[in-house]
């Protein structure tokens, strides 16, 4: 596997990451070691290494995203929240499939010290959920196709790498904390959903189903609403049914910012207006993310005095 990196600025390299959507790989990682916590050990090690090797594959993923719409013809130069490496900065397609190998690659080899560390069962795990983030965009029929692209990444890059986290800290399972867990999970697979919502209409053209496509636009937007405040009305259930301290309520704290986010949907129908929607939606997860770690945290910490 040959890499030629030609001479560019940092920022394109930057941009093909999608930092927008990186959020989606640390955020989990800090939320199951949070959660770690009432197990009373958490291995700063394997957190860190559980992190890097999140965001890897989730990098990986956005590279084979940017590679096979290049290669099918979806992306162009006028195209909006693409990384824009291939048809804007003449990096070399097969530049980019190769890195998405090697982090892939590199994430694997993090994750077979990690198993050594804790159990064998995460390396099965862990390569179905590699296997799902080249799936995404390769294949006969790419996830990001059809209508289930918001289920796959919110369930592969919420609860799964959540109880990950957790596992590989404590060596057990938490069906509470996996219930928990199911809000952020929520709040990904919106980010998804909003990118659709973004790209109705190129996706469209191109026969792509996504779940936007088959709603339409104005219904696409109400269903994001409706899952923003199934998260929130989730964890006030989570806490009713005392799966987490109350102070995880403190997620309450960024529903402005999902009111911002349909708000900033409406009435929109160019992609280019719809980015700020977009940017507010990964917002969202990263603070309810955060703050649902910190809630987590504070409970723990509650408990022992």
């Not at 048809?87 to 690659?105: H, M, S, W, Y």
């Not at 995460?122 to 799902?132: C, R, Y």
């Amino acid at each position: 596997m040959q890499i030629e990196l030609q001479t560019s600025t940092p920022n394109v390299w930057w941009r093909l990451l999608r930092p927008h959507t990186l959020t989606a790989s640390f955020v989990p990682v800090f939320t199951g070691t949070a959660m770690a916590l009432f197990d009373h050990q958490v291995h700063v090690g394997l957190f860190l290494l559980m992190l890097i090797a999140s965001i890897l594959i989730q990098s990986a993923t956005n590279m084979f995203n940017e590679y096979y719409d290049y290669i099918r013809g979806l992306d162009t130069k006028d195209s909006v929240g693409i990384g824009g490496t291939i048809v804007r900065d003449g990096i070399k397609p097969n530049t980019i499939r190769n890195l998405a190998i090697l982090f892939n690659l590199i994430s694997v080899a993090i994750g077979v010290y990690i198993c050594m560390e804790s159990s064998w069962w995460i390396a099965v795990i862990g390569l179905v959920s590699i296997l799902v983030s080249f799936l995404y965009s390769a294949g006969p029929i790419p996830i990001s196709n059809t209508p289930f692209g918001e289920l796959f990444s919110g369930l592969f890059m919420g609860p799964v790498i959540i109880m990950i986290t957790y596992y590989i800290q404590t060596e057990s399972f938490s069906w509470h904390f996996f219930y928990v867990s199911l809000s952020v999970g929520l709040l990904i697979g919106a980010i998804n959903l909003s990118n659709n919502i973004r790209d109705l209409d190129g996706d469209k053209e191109h026969g792509r189903k996504t779940l936007a496509i088959l709603l339409g636009r104005p219904k696409a937007i109400s269903v994001l609403a409706f899952i923003f405040a199934a998260a929130f009305i989730w964890m006030v259930i989570a806490v009713l049914l005392q799966w987490v301290s109350p102070w995880a309520l403190v997620v309450f704290l960024c529903v402005p910012k999902a009111i911002q986010a349909v708000k900033q949907f409406r009435g929109k129908n160019i992609a280019i207006e719809m980015m700020p929607a977009m940017k507010s939606t990964a917002q969202l997860n990263t603070f309810f993310g955060f703050l649902l770690t910190l809630g987590i945290i504070i409970g723990y910490w509650t408990n022992l005095s």
